[in-house]
């Protein structure tokens, strides 16, 4: 089981839920809030395949739940787990969007600066894996689209970071990308 004892902020929470789906995982996330409620997700091959907040919300009703965790403790558990009720769900895809919905209103929809924080992204990488980090900067491109908001650049780092071996060059990586993209805007 995979545990992070500290607290994460809500777009982090879900760019480690981006990340799993990307990697293709199998198995339960679980979130802990900072005020002691619970979310499962079941994530199998990547797909998300149950979502519920708490012993009363399920399905797509869990989702405006989740979205109200500010801050919380992420543990993934490999396998699959037994659901009580299967309720279709839309494609993953689409529960992240609205996973993102209203969770950030102010953002912009769009913004020219972001896509030069792409290859600031991709320029830092290249520091940590070589010339590798163009090929996986375009896979996360192609998979997710191109950045038009201040989440889906936590979570494309989020995602590009878990190619860094070491954890210490992951924390000098997002430490680094922070100083320049600070000095980009």
């Given at each position: 089981?995979?545990?992070?004892?500290?607290?994460?902020?809500?777009?982090?929470?879900?760019?480690?839920?981006?990340?799993?789906?990307?990697?293709?995982?199998?198995?339960?996330?679980?979130?802990?809030?900072?005020?002691?409620?619970?979310?499962?997700?079941?994530?199998?091959?990547?797909?998300?395949?149950?979502?519920?907040?708490?012993?009363?919300?399920?399905?797509?009703?869990?989702?405006?739940?989740?979205?109200?965790?500010?801050?919380?403790?992420?543990?993934?558990?490999?396998?699959?787990?037994?659901?009580?009720?299967?309720?279709?769900?839309?494609?993953?895809?689409?529960?992240?969007?609205?996973?993102?919905?209203?969770?950030?209103?102010?953002?912009?929809?769009?913004?020219?600066?972001?896509?030069?924080?792409?290859?600031?992204?991709?320029?830092?990488?290249?520091?940590?894996?070589?010339?590798?980090?163009?090929?996986?900067?375009?896979?996360?491109?192609?998979?997710?689209?191109?950045?038009?908001?201040?989440?889906?650049?936590?979570?494309?780092?989020?995602?590009?970071?878990?190619?860094?071996?070491?954890?210490?060059?992951i924390e000098s990586f997002k430490k680094e990308l922070k100083q320049?993209?600070?000095?980009?805007?």
């Open positions: 089981m995979k545990s992070r004892t500290t607290l994460l902020a809500q777009p982090e929470l879900i760019a480690e839920i981006r990340r799993l789906s990307y990697k293709e995982r199998t198995g339960t996330i679980f979130i802990t809030s900072d005020e002691n409620q619970l979310a499962r997700i079941v994530l199998n091959k990547g797909q998300i395949t149950y979502l519920t907040f708490g012993s009363r919300y399920h399905s797509l009703d869990a989702i405006s739940f989740i979205q109200t965790i500010k801050f919380g403790r992420l543990q993934f558990s490999d396998g699959i787990f037994e659901t009580a009720q299967e309720v279709p769900l839309p494609d993953t895809s689409e529960i992240f969007r609205k996973f993102e919905q209203d969770v950030t209103p102010n953002l912009p929809t769009s913004s020219k600066n972001f896509r030069g924080v792409e290859e600031i992204i991709k320029n830092t990488l290249a520091n940590y894996i070589g010339p590798f980090a163009m090929i996986v900067c375009e896979e996360y491109i192609e998979k997710f689209g191109v950045l038009n908001t201040k989440d889906e650049i936590l979570t494309m780092i989020a995602i590009v970071a878990a190619e860094i071996e070491k954890e210490d060059e320049k993209i600070l000095e980009y805007s």
